[in-house]
């Protein structure tokens, strides 16, 4: 079976660095995305690894190593806004994402 | 309007209902995606279209159908609700199967 694992809550303070898990085993690969996710709306793309290594964009960085199957986000300066949950997606063999449960990041002053 | 537009915002309905979903993208992708999102699970993918006059089923296509007539415009019917169904539904969009894929703001809808 297809399955994404990444830890259903985490807590972090305001301005601290905070990185959150996504283990994977699907049915082939092309591609992990993480998104974000503010409670009521709709989620929005963050990010995107193919290859192997980190992928840096302001704040935000996702890393990927495949043949762990493993992949991290990791965020930086952590602001209140930031308090969202973080889904990770994986695109298998027959080009769908498979989708995580999602990681509630709660942010504290 | 830009972006993704879902209809209606929440809806409560009636077992045995019939019901129709819309969503509306003006961004002229090809690909387009119905999801239900209930709590403690992810994403799962109802129906997709790779393209106008293509669908496909997804992970949890049983008691749903789409349609592609158009570009723009990919509706989800729920042919007789039952309580189960009860979800938010995401509306999704990408150029393509291979690009990140934009969502709509959702239809929170319940079946009683």
């Known amino acids: 079976g297809q399955n994404i694992d990444q830890p259903t809550e985490m807590t972090a303070t305001e301005g601290a660095i905070v990185q959150i898990n996504c283990t994977y085993q699907?049915?082939?690969?092309?591609?992990l995305f993480w998104y974000q996710q503010h409670a009521g709306e709709a989620p929005t793309f963050l990010s995107y690894?193919?290859l192997d290594g980190l992928e840096e964009k302001g704040r935000f960085s996702s890393f990927l190593s495949r043949s762990k199957g493993y992949s991290y986000l990791l965020l930086k300066e952590l602001q209140m806004k930031d308090s969202a949950s973080y889904l990770c997606?994986?695109?298998?063999?027959?080009?769908?994402?498979?989708w995580g449960a999602g990681t509630k990041l709660i942010i504290k002053p | 309007i830009a972006g993704i537009t879902q209809a209606p915002t929440s809806q409560i309905l009636a077992a045995g209902r019939r019901m129709t979903l819309r969503c509306t993208q003006d961004?002229?992708?090809?690909?387009m995606y119905w999801y239900r999102q209930d709590l403690g699970l992810g994403l799962r993918l109802i129906h997709y279209?790779?393209?106008?006059?293509?669908?496909g089923k997804g992970e949890v296509p049983d008691g749903y159908s789409v349609s592609r007539a158009n570009t723009d415009d990919f509706p989800l019917t729920l042919a007789s609700a039952v309580p189960s169904q009860t979800s938010v539904y995401f509306c999704?969009?990408?150029?393509?199967?291979?690009?990140?894929?934009?969502f709509g703001p959702g239809t929170r809808l319940t079946v009683l």
């Open positions: 999704a969009s990408s150029e393509g199967p291979n690009n990140e894929q934009f």
């Open positions: 699907t049915s082939g690969f092309n591609g």
């Open positions: 961004m002229r992708h090809n690909a």
């Open positions: 279209s790779n393209t106008a006059g293509t669908t």
């Open positions: 690894n193919v």
């Open positions: 997606a994986v695109r298998d063999s027959n080009y769908q994402l498979i």
